[in-house]
């Protein structure tokens, strides 16, 4: 994927970094930066996937690029990706939203940052039951 372009490395190398550009809008600044990485188990299967999410032109001074600008956009792409249930409001800004044994969280990090985190619920509890 890096060589073809698609994904690279994040900062740090902490996370896979894509530029997702969005196809409706003709404003390049509105680019989104989705740094990612995928939580495993002991048997090296995926039980996670943390993300972080940054408009690419960010800057303090920027109004319109803020993560507060960021966070609806977002929420609406999560529900065009994950189709079923609403996002819940919690506490500490936290917003949920539960489909079978998805679970997805979405909250204001910093100014800059939106993290997003989907869990297998199966994994996370170990107790589903049918």
């Known amino acids: 994927m890096n060589k073809k372009g698609i994904a690279t490395h994040g900062e740090n190398n902490n996370y896979v970094k894509k530029y997702l550009v969005p ?3 003709v404003d390049k600044l509105k680019t989104i930066k989705m740094l990612f990485y995928a939580r495993f188990d002991s048997s090296d299967k995926i039980t996670a996937m943390d993300m972080k999410f940054s408009y690419s032109a960010w800057a303090p001074w920027n109004k319109d690029l803020l993560a507060d600008a960021l966070l609806p956009v977002l929420k609406d792409s999560l529900l065009k990706w994950y189709p079923g249930n ?3 409001k919690m506490k500490d800004g936290i917003d949920v939203k539960v489909d079978g044994n998805r679970q997805i969280q979405i909250k204001k990090e910093s ?3 939106v993290s997003v985190l989907i869990e297998n619920l199966e994994y996370k509890y170990n107790t589903l039951v049918d």
Do not use: K, V
């Open 23 to 25: 196809i409706d809008s």
């Open 86 to 88: 609403s996002f819940m």
């Open 111 to 113: 100014n800059r940052n």
